[in-house]
Nanobody, 124 residues
Framework: QVQLVESGGGLVQAGGSLRLSCAAS????????VGWFRQAPGKEREFVAA????????VYADSVKGRFTISRDNAKSTVYLYMISLKPEDTAVYYC?????????????????WGQGTQVTVSS
């Protein structure tokens, strides 16, 4: 079992930046990849970014490429999502998810564990 807790969300003006954190506990000595997803009001949850266990492989949604950076510190069992040049359309609840496996995945189904989410609101 892996437990995930997101933090770092908040209210920011358009053009601003935020860093989200996803702290893992439990079976963190096993290799696991992590993804970030988001869900805006009235919309389906969508993929944002993912990172492999080693951190050597990352993938991003086209909508955030060049603005968001995913990274991880396995010594701290924490994955980060650094977001710059934020837009109002980035407003959503952001979730991190983990899958016991080392490769990145961009769909929700392979992820076994989910956090409770953190709200990001970008004002225009």
């Amino acid at each position: 079992q892996v437990q995930l807790v997101e933090s770092g969300g908040g209210l920011v003006q358009a053009g601003g930046s935020l860093r989200l954190s996803c702290a893992a506990s439990g079976r963190t000595n096993s290799g696991y990849a992590v993804g970030w997803f988001r869900q805006a009001p009235g919309k389906e949850r969508e993929f944002v970014a993912a990172i492999s266990w080693s951190g050597g492989s990352t993938v991003y949604a086209d909508s955030v490429k060049g603005r968001f950076t995913i990274s991880r510190d396995n010594a701290k069992s924490t994955v980060y999502l650094y977001m710059i040049s934020l837009k109002p359309e980035d407003t959503a609840v952001y979730y991190c998810a983990a899958r016991l496996g080392i490769g990145v995945r961009t769909t929700q189904e392979p992820y076994n564990y989910w956090g409770q989410g953190t709200q990001v609101t970008v004002s225009s």
